[in-house]
C-alpha cells in the first residue's frame, strides 16, 4: 500500500489542523493505520493508530486529538485541537496489516510526512 499525507501547515498555539493520510491499494481497510511524528533532533515517536477497535493515543495528545479512517476513500485523519509548540514536528502516517501498534518498527509502509508548525 501507498501513503500520502498532507494537510499539516503553520497554526497558533491553541489552533487546529487535520491532516489526512490517503492511500492506494485495494485492501486498505485490513491494514491498521497509525500517526507518528519526528520533531527536530529527536527520535520519531508515536501519535496515534487505529484498526477496527478502539485508536490508541500517546499520553501527550490524549483528549486533544483524534485519528479517524474513512475506508470507502481510503483515508485516515488525524484531527488535531488544542496545538501546542511543543506539537511542533513532520508528521508520518504509516499502515500494517493486522491490529494496530505504537512502535515505529512494526509499521511497513510510511507516507512522505506533512510539516506542522505551532507558534507560541
Known amino acids: 500500500v501507498q501513503l500520502q499525507a498532507a494537510g499539516g501547515g503553520l497554526v497558533q498555539a491553541g489552533g487546529s489542523l487535520k491532516p489526512s493520510c490517503v492511500a492506494s491499494g485495494r485492501t486498505f481497510s485490513t491494514y491498521a493505520v497509525g500517526w507518528f511524528r519526528q520533531a527536530p533532533g529527536k527520535e520519531r515517536e508515536f501519535v496515534a493508530a487505529i484498526t477496527w477497535s478502539a485508536p490508541d493515543y500517546a499520553d501527550s495528545v490524549k483528549g486533544r486529538f483524534t485519528i479517524s479512517r474513512d475506508n470507502v476513500k481510503m483515508t485516515a485523519y488525524l484531527q488535531m485541537n488544542s496545538l501546542k509548540p511543543e506539537d511542533t514536528a513532520v508528521y508520518y502516517c504509516?499502515?500494517?496489516?493486522?491490529?494496530?501498534?505504537?512502535?515505529?518498527?512494526?509499521?511497513?509502509?510510511w507516507g512522505q510526512g506533512t510539516q506542522v508548525t505551532v507558534s507560541s
Open positions: 504509516a499502515a500494517r496489516k493486522g491490529v494496530r501498534a505504537s512502535q515505529v518498527g512494526l509499521y511497513e509502509y
